[in-house]
């Protein structure tokens, strides 16, 4: 079955930089789109970035530029890789895709930026 398997969060200074990894397994992983999530308490999940199978990536504003998403298909894995964080960043973070119209998630890491 999909299993979507997140790590890396935790408490980190404003400024500084984290790297969110999520393995993946249960299906071709080559093949699918491969998103991050984020959802702040009390409010709705949001799209962080999301990579293509291409390669091709995009990205939410508040994190263009700081935020990067990128994929290893031989480990099964895409990664975030989060520089200059903010508070506001502060969130549990899922990873996410979508097969046969069906939305996958992982159990979420919760990453809080605070000084």
């Known amino acids: 079955q999909v299993q979507l398997v997140e790590s890396g969060g935790g408490l980190v200074q404003p400024g500084t930089s984290l790297r969110l990894s999520c393995a993946a397994s249960g299906f071709t992983f080559n093949d699918y789109r491969m998103s991050w999530y984020r959802q702040i308490l009390g409010k709705e999940r949001e799209l962080v970035a999301r990579?293509?199978?291409?390669?091709?990536?995009i990205y939410a504003d508040s994190v263009q530029g700081r935020f990067t998403i990128f994929r290893d298909n031989a480990k099964k894995t895409v990664y975030l890789q989060m520089n200059s964080l903010k508070p506001e960043d502060t969130a549990v973070y899922y990873c996410n895709t979508y097969i046969s119209s069906q939305a996958y998630w992982g159990q979420g890491t919760q990453v809080t930026v605070s000084s």
């Open positions: 990579i293509f199978g291409s390669g091709a990536t």
